[in-house]
């Protein structure tokens, strides 16, 4: 069973680009999540999708988006790229509808310049 | 305000001795706890769970204690190997918020 898949792995843009990256969640999972990790600040949660719904979202200014699809494969999108966005983006997907573990990708490590 | 609190960054431990990990929280309303593992340049990985319902649970070398009282939970290694040396995250949810809170993580090291 293939686990979670994130693409790119690394990329480096320029403050004020833009950019997406994807997660295909593990075959079955209808729910996926992602998160921010920072040295020091742990994982800090983004948004989290079921059945191409966002259902929750956390502190991030509105330059963090996501998207779902049908296949529950799931984009997130940052305009207008600043130093500090400069992390490991990591994706998660879960078989349960509330609770059950994450499952994580390896995440896309981001370097904004 | 961080609701999921490890306040050690680090902890050394000797191989074969016990590594405990603790984790408070401040949120009465978390009722599911997680332990993830993350190697440099690897995602989380899960390690064992607990719902507020019990106060144990036990997997192999893995023993997560929660203590709803204090809001206080813990992982207990026993006993502790050198390949368990990474960072560990512990994680809480509330039910229908569909979303976990992580704390900021704690560094085992085990010593040969």
């Known amino acids: 069973k293939a686990g979670v898949t994130q693409t790119p792995r690394y990329l480096i843009k320029t403050r004020g680009q833009q950019v997406t990256l994807s997660c295909s969640p593990i075959?079955?999972?209808?729910?996926v999540s992602w998160y921010q990790q920072t040295p020091g600040q742990g994982l800090q949660f983004l948004f989290e999708?079921?059945?191409?719904?966002?259902?929750n979202k956390g502190n991030f200014p509105g330059r963090f988006s996501g998207r779902q699809f049908s296949n529950s494969r799931s984009e997130m999108n940052v305009s207008t790229l600043e130093l500090g966005d400069s992390a490991l983006y990591l994706c998660a997907s879960r078989l349960g509808y509330d609770t059950g573990e994450l499952f994580f990708g390896e995440g896309s490590r981001l370097t904004v310049l | 305000d961080q609701q999921v609190k490890q306040n050690s960054p680090s902890l050394s431990v000797q191989e074969g001795r016990i590594s405990i990990l603790n984790c408070d929280y401040t949120?009465?309303?978390?009722?599911?706890f997680l332990w993830y593992k993350k190697y440099p340049a690897e995602g989380p990985t899960f390690l064992i769970s607990?719902?507020?319902?019990?106060d144990k649970n036990e997997d192999g070398r893995f023993t997560v204690f929660l203590n709803k009282s204090a809001k206080h939970l813990s992982l207990h290694i026993v006993p502790s190997q050198p390949g368990d040396s990474a960072v560990y995250f512990c994680?809480?949810?509330?039910?229908?918020?569909?979303?976990?809170?992580f704390g900021t993580g704690t560094r085992l090291k085990v010593l040969a």
């Open positions: 075959s079955g999972h209808r729910s």
């Open positions: 999708y079921f059945s191409e719904t966002q259902r």
């Open positions: 949120n009465s309303m978390f009722d599911y």
């Open positions: 607990i719902s507020s319902i019990k």
């Open positions: 994680a809480a949810s509330a039910s229908g918020t569909y979303k976990y809170i």
